[in-house]
Each structure stands twice: as structure tokens, then as C-alpha cells.
């Protein structure tokens, strides 16, 4: 067995005296794990890091083998990634965000989402609503996608304002006004598609918004807790707000 593609390097793990097991996100075959013979060495430890965009050549006797991989680089990002807090727990949370898929499987979307916000982690105001969004994209992935398209009570596609908890869809600021306070708020810049200025309270919001259905449908089901790693990112970008606040 064997085959050739693109991938983003999630992590890897010790595996005997010189090599390691390297976790990876893949362009067609999902996120995929295999051995690294080598890997501890000089030469390969710095392209091994998380955030690097490598070429990957995985081969194995059989399919449902562990494999290994033959790596070469295509973007090193990793030393960029390591300079910034911000950058060190996204990279983290999409890790952490990605294992929340089976492996092997493939999701092309979530790899060029995945791209695109390796390019910008160490930049929050972008970092902060391509994470978010990915986070959205994850749910939809998940089969637990909210609609935020149009109002559930109306059918207007103007003046979102809220989401319902119950049913993950979007409802107009006028038809929810009777039950505000039993809504989640709809952060304007989640249901349009140009960017935007994106406001520190409308990105707290929108992050309660996708943690409140991961908590639900993904978390408290699998008997999980939410990843370290969200609350550590969720830290630094409002630390980032505030340093650019003054």
C-alpha cells in the first residue's frame, strides 16, 4: 500500500530510541498517523514540528497498518508558530479540534480551512474568526451543523440576531425578542460572508455560541471535557485584545 499527499503536522510522539510517530492532516486521506524512522534525529526534528506543511509519502504492507511515512517540507511554519502564545495554543486546538474525527477519514474542507488558518495564528485579529469558523465547519463535519442562513420562525434572511439552543438555528431579532434571554446572540460577522471588524464582545460571543453545541453534542455525550487547550487559546486572544486595546 501506498500513496502520495499534502499534509499539516499535528504531533508526534517518541517511538523507540530514534524514531516517532508523527500525527498529521492530510488534503485527501483525513488525519493519518505513521512512522518517522529517524525522527529524533537533528536534521529531522525541525521539520517535524507542528504547523509544518510537509509532502508525505505513507507506505505499508497492509491498509489497516500503522505505516510509515517519508517526509519532505513544503512550508516550515513552526518557528514563525513558536515565537507567538496565541499560535502555540491554536495549533494546539486544532490538534485537539481534529482528533474529534475519525481517522483516515477524509475532509478536505477542514484541510484548506486548516491552511488558512495555519498561515495567520500568530495574527489575532485574524486568528481569532478563522478559529471560530473553523469551529463551526467542525460541527457541520460532526453532523451537528448549526443554520445560521435563516430566521427559523420567518424565513428572512435580514437581521439575525440570535440562535436557537435547541434547534442550532438562526432567529430574526424581531421574532426573538419574547425570548431573548433564553437565545444565544448571533455575532453579525458569523452570517456574513466579507470580512469584517470583529469586536472583542461579538468574538466572545460567538465562541460561547460554538461551545455551548460542542459541550452538548460533542463533549458531555463522549463523556469528555472540553480541551485544555481551547481555554489556553481563548486566554491569549483576549490577551492579544488587550495589548492592542492599549
Known amino acids: 500500500m501506498e500513496w502520495r499527499d499534502e499534509g499539516i503536522i499535528l504531533g508526534a510522539r517518541k517511538h523507540g530510541e530514534t524514531s516517532v510517530v508523527l500525527e498529521t492532516m492530510t488534503a485527501a486521506h483525513g488525519r493519518h498517523l505513521g512512522l518517522v524512522k ?7 526534528q525541525p521539520l517535524l514540528q507542528p504547523g509544518n ?6 507506505r505499508a504492507r497492509l491498509e489497516e497498518r500503522l505505516g510509515t511515512f517519508q517526509v519532505e517540507p513544503l512550508e516550515l511554519n513552526a518557528a514563525r508558530l513558536l515565537a507567538s502564545a496565541l ?3 491554536g495549533i494546539q486546538l486544532l490538534a485537539a479540534h481534529l482528533r474529534l474525527m475519525p481517522e483516515r477519514d ?3 474542507g477542514l484541510y484548506e480551512t486548516l491552511k ?12 481569532g474568526p478563522l478559529m471560530v469558523r473553523f469551529e463551526l465547519a467542525l460541527l457541520d463535519e460532526l453532523g451537528f451543523g448549526l443554520d445560521l442562513t435563516q430566521c427559523a420562525l420567518t ?3 435580514e437581521s439575525l440576531a440570535y440562535v436557537s439552543p435547541k434547534s442550532g438555528r438562526a432567529v430574526t431579532e424581531e421574532a426573538g425578542a419574547p425570548w431573548r434571554d433564553r437565545l444565544l446572540p448571533l455575532p453579525r460577522f458569523l452570517t456574513v460572508k466579507a470580512r469584517m471588524e470583529t469586536p472583542p464582545d461579538a468574538l466572545e460571543d460567538a465562541y460561547r455560541l460554538t461551545g ?8 458531555e455525550p463522549r463523556g469528555m471535557e472540553e ?8 486566554a491569549a486572544l483576549a490577551r492579544s485584545a488587550g495589548g492592542a486595546a492599549g
Not at 529517524?38 to 529531522?44: A, N
Not at 455551548?212 to 463533549?219: M, T
Open 106 to 108: 477524509a475532509h478536505t
Open 53 to 58: 506543511r510537509v509532502d508525505l509519502v505513507w
Open 155 to 157: 424565513g428572512s434572511r
Open 116 to 127: 488558512i488558518i495555519t498561515a495567520h495564528l500568530d495574527e489575532p485579529e485574524i486568528a
Open 38 to 44: 529517524g525522527g529524533r534525529s537533528r536534521r529531522m
Open 87 to 89: 499560535a502555540i495554543h
Open 212 to 219: 455551548f453545541f460542542f459541550h452538548r453534542n460533542v463533549y
Open 227 to 234: 480541551p485544555a487547550a481551547r481555554g489556553a487559546f481563548l
